[in-house]
């Protein structure tokens, strides 16, 4: 069993820019591919970006292509995503992810443990 903490959201205007960070238990954080969703008011949950178990690959939604950062510490069983130049449409409640059994992360069922999602809020 795997459990993940969010932290970091907040309420920030157009063009600034915001660090989540997911902290992670257990000691096997590293054999786990890692990722970031989001779900916009009366959206979908999305997918947003993911980190190889090495931190060596990295794969985004295009959508936050060329703006966010997504990134892992295994020695701090932590997984990070920098976001600049935040838009309205990325208001979101941001869920980290882990998946146990897979190369690659697009959707949820490609997700084997979920934390409970911090809340972003641009405000324009």
């Known amino acids: 069993q795997v459990q993940l903490v969010e932290s970091g959201g907040g309420l920030v205007q157009a063009g600034g820019s915001l660090r989540l960070s997911c902290a992670t238990s257990?000691?096997?954080?590293?054999?786990?591919?890692m990722g970031w969703f989001r779900q916009g008011p009366g959206k979908e949950r999305e997918f947003v970006a993911h980190?190889?178990?090495?931190?060596?690959?990295?794969y985004y939604a295009d959508s936050v292509k060329g703006r966010f950062t997504i990134s892992r510490d295994n020695t701090k069983n932590t997984v990070y995503l920098q976001m600049n130049s935040l838009k309205p449409e990325d208001t979101a409640v941001y869920y980290c992810?882990?998946?146990?059994?897979?190369?690659?992360?697009?959707?949820?069922?490609?997700?084997?443990?979920w934390g409970k999602g911090t809340l972003v809020t641009v405000s324009s």
């Open positions: 992810a882990a998946g146990a059994r897979v190369l690659g992360m697009r959707t949820s069922s490609d997700v084997d443990y």
């Open positions: 257990g000691s096997t954080f590293r054999s786990y591919l």
């Open positions: 980190v190889s178990r090495s931190g060596s690959s990295t």
